[in-house]
């Protein structure tokens, strides 16, 4: 199976900061990667695919990149809405796994 | 608009079975994949496997060792995930999400439904 490794696993910031989120893939998965943003008590909602394409309707604060192993998605300044856990997502071969996710915390 | 509706919550004995459904609207049901991921207290979400459009093809995660069925109602617009020999560790919220795909792969779950809590507990 495919591991990705996100980092880091807990951030703390502050409204209009820029944050950046890595995640590390165990082998190659070219550009099969996407993001989400989880809410307590809520299912996942796709922010970015294929490693740097914005799904429709999502701010455009947020960016995604990278290629091969080593991936980022960065938000340019953090709103309140952002404070969240995010996690990425391999698909690229069986299993699809997810990164082990990063909580953004406000500060 | 896109919406997936699960089941409800359920609570099981270890070595029982719990099938959950996922009722599609908004969009053509057969035209898209269907994928169950799940998410245990405090884990990272975990995939479980995915049913095709059209004709089902159904591919699985080997972590769930045949104990995972994934099947599909094109007529009635709902996806079904069946898990077998329940066990503690099985404790999760389940998802359905509706799934991208062509020739060239899968590339996202851009839709969701709103997650079942089942609980595996003598």
């Known amino acids: 199976d495919i591991q990705l490794t996100q980092s880091p696993s807990f951030l703390s910031a502050s409204v209009g900061d820029r944050v950046t989120i890595t995640c590390r893939a165990s082998?190659?998965?070219?550009?099969?990667l996407a993001w989400y943003q989880q809410k307590p008590g809520k299912a996942p909602n796709l922010l970015i695919y294929?490693?740097?394409s914005l799904q429709s309707g999502v701010p455009s604060r947020f960016s995604g990149g990278g290629s091969g192993t080593e991936f980022t998605l960065t938000i340019s300044s953090l709103q309140p809405e952002d404070f969240a856990a995010y996690y990425c997502?391999?698909?690229?071969?069986?299993?699809?796994?997810f990164g082990q996710g990063t909580r953004l915390e406000i500060k | 608009q896109v919406q997936l509706v699960q089941s409800g919550a359920e609570v099981k004995k270890p070595g029982a079975s719990v099938k959950v459904s996922c009722k599609a609207s908004?969009?053509?049901?057969?035209?898209?994949?269907m994928h169950w991921v799940r998410q245990a207290p405090g884990q990272r979400l975990e995939w479980m496997g995915w049913?095709?459009?059209?004709?089902?093809?159904?591919k699985y995660s080997q972590n769930f060792q045949d104990r995972v069925t994934i099947t599909r109602d094109t007529s009635g617009s709902t996806a079904y995930m069946e898990l077998s020999g329940l066990k503690s560790e099985d404790t999760a919220v389940y998802y359905c999400a509706r799934g991208y795909y062509n020739s060239g792969g899968h590339y996202f779950f851009d839709y969701w439904g709103q997650g079942t809590l089942v609980t595996v507990s003598s």
């Open positions: 049913i095709s459009a059209g004709i089902p093809y159904a």
């Open positions: 294929l490693a740097s």
């Open positions: 082998q190659d998965i070219s550009s099969y």
């Open positions: 908004g969009f053509s049901f057969s035209d898209y994949a």
């Open positions: 997502q391999q698909l690229n071969s069986y299993p699809y796994t």
